[in-house]
């Protein structure tokens, strides 16, 4: 168990809709990764909160935004879902030293 | 652009035997390389990490081999066992950048 959490496990939704999907990080973790991981593009990083600010941003798309709370949990808003939106949804969190991110259970999105 | 290749894409070894992946990176300014393992199911889970100042760093098992001039760097399973069937991914940062991962190598240890 990495100590970060992901809500909810599993998420099935149409195309068109809007989902948000939850992480909070290791106790004391400041920072905050979102992944998507689809078989044929692996991992891929789509951006990083620090304590609230973004910090990184990778292949997210415009339809996509995130943020960080106070209390350090982040959401991942995924919106005007396509069928290609499905795939494994992680977020990871990491100390002060910023380089070991450590991966929660992630968020399976199945667009219909 | 990809910038960390990782193979192969899937490995079969045999129970005892020794499970070789490999990665190459493009960016010199790279300076943390972690082997990840993800179970299906799950997420990925740091297994090992080198930065370049050493040429090799092992974990029980698990060893890593880093050549700076040739960017490349790879992961070797002694003695692998069925309980380290798994996907396994390279990744490659400089300084505390965000990672970047390989496509990841599907690998069966077969009893």
């Known amino acids: 168990d990495s100590g970060v959490t992901q809500t909810p496990k599993h998420l099935i939704t149409a195309t068109g809709q809007r989902v948000t999907l939850r992480c909070s990080p290791r106790?004391?973790?400041?920072?905050v990764y979102w992944y998507q991981q689809s078989l044929d593009q692996g991992l891929q990083f789509l951006i990083q909160?620090?304590?609230?600010?973004?910090?990184a941003k990778g292949n997210i798309l415009e339809r996509f935004s995130a943020q960080q709370f106070p209390d350090l949990h982040s959401e991942l808003n995924l919106s005007s879902l396509e069928l290609g939106d499905s795939a494994l949804y992680f977020c990871?969190?990491?100390?002060?030293?910023?380089?070991?991110?450590?991966f929660g259970p992630g968020t399976r999105l199945t667009v219909l | 652009q990809q910038q960390v290749k990782q193979s192969p894409q899937s490995l079969i070894v045999q129970k005892g035997g020794i499970s070789i992946i490999n990665c190459a990176y493009e960016?010199?300014?790279?300076?943390?390389f972690p082997w990840y393992q993800q179970f299906p199911g799950k997420g990925p889970a740091l297994l090992i990490a080198?930065?370049?100042?050493?040429s090799e760093k092992k974990e029980g098992r698990f060893t890593i081999s880093f050549n700076k001039s040739a960017k490349q760097f790879s992961l070797h399973i002694m003695d692998s066992q069925p309980g380290d069937s798994a996907t396994y991914f390279c990744?490659?940062?400089?300084?505390?950048?965000?990672?970047?991962f390989g496509k990841g190598t599907m690998l069966l240890v077969s009893p």
């Open positions: 990744a490659a940062s400089k300084g505390y950048s965000t990672l970047t």
């Open positions: 990871a969190s990491s100390g002060q030293g910023l380089d070991t991110q450590y």
């Open positions: 909160y620090y304590n609230g600010e973004e910090r």
């Open positions: 960016n010199t300014a790279f300076d943390y």
């Open positions: 106790s004391g973790d400041l920072s």
């Open positions: 080198i930065r370049p100042d050493v």
